[in-house]
């Protein structure tokens, strides 16, 4: 049977890849980037024709209804897009599915980083790109050095496990007795996220909600690096640390922007598993 058509409509590099990945099960087009973009994949077209199924950047459209391509040298917009598909439609949006809804009301949304398989595979991605951050930017080693990494979900404990091959002294924040249980089965010390303090020299943030607040962040030497790895707005109060000049990077996007092979397979495959779950013969 005639494969189904699906749009690759802006976004970073991570695109390229997860179009490559999706042309094994779908006839591939684009918009929203040059076409030297992608001189090296092979099977991939500009976009023509109409298109069942799409995939949109991970951030949502702008206030504007304009959609992140970085990659080109245009604009895309949701009016663009929206030419470009089918009635029943179906689209997959990175993130903020209420906000991508409100642009394409007429079709289905579903964000693909709100899925479980997704997060679980962008966190080793995420976690080496991290350290990476790390040793640019420290002028000691990583070996010995007292390190705090809050909150020990996957990537929490993606980064313990490559701070561990460094032989970095890692200390666990954590909420409550199953976050200290997890951390003494990894063979890392604990402390509760209410009593952190200011002996480490290297700080990860993997929360999604304010936990390093401005009377925390007193506690640390203005030398002590932070690395926040959680979504806007991020659990370090950025504010309070630029009064206090303490160095800090939110770093959001890594697997985009470190490992776009990757972090591109993985999102297509995603993609395909929420399009088989639909229960629809595509190909």
Do not use: W
Not at 47 to 57: G, H, I
Not at 206 to 223: A, C, I, N, Q, W
Request: charged share 25%; proline share 5%.
């Amino acid at each position: 049977m005639k494969k189904e058509k699906i749009l690759i409509a802006g976004g970073d590099l991570r695109q390229i890849y997860c179009a490559q990945r999706l042309s094994r099960d779908f006839e591939v087009c684009y918009t929203g980037f040059d076409d030297t973009a992608f001189k090296e994949i092979s099977g991939v077209q500009p976009a023509s024709e109409k298109c069942r199924f799409a995939v949109l950047p991970v951030p949502p459209p702008d206030e504007a209804g304009k959609l992140f391509s970085p990659l080109y040298s245009g604009e895309l917009t949701v009016s663009a897009v929206e030419n470009l598909l089918t009635e029943d439609a179906v689209l997959f949006t990175g993130t903020a599915e209420k906000k991508t809804a409100a642009f394409f009301p007429s079709h289905e949304i579903s964000a693909y980083m709100d899925r479980e398989e997704l997060a679980i595979k962008n966190a080793v991605p995420t976690a080496e790109a991290a350290v990476m951050l790390a040793l640019e930017r420290l002028s000691v080693t990583l070996n010995g050095l007292p390190v705090l990494i809050v909150g020990l979900g996957r990537i929490g404990m993606a980064l313990a496990q490559i701070l561990k091959g460094f032989g970095s002294r890692i200390t666990a924040a954590v909420r409550n007795e199953k976050g200290a249980a997890k951390a003494a089965a990894m063979g890392i010390e604990s402390i509760s996220t209410e009593d952190i303090n200011g002996d480490y020299c290297l700080v990860f943030n993997t929360v999604p909600r304010l936990v390093l607040s401005g009377y925390m962040l007193e506690k640390f030497p203005k030398d002590t690096l932070f690395i926040d790895l959680a979504s806007k707005p991020g659990g370090i109060d950025f504010k309070a640390a630029d009064k206090l000049g303490i160095r800090y990077i939110h770093a959001l996007g890594l697997p985009g922007k470190n490992a776009p092979v990757t972090a591109g397979y993985a999102e297509a495959e995603t993609v395909i598993g929420m399009i088989n779950e639909r229960g629809n013969d595509y190909e």
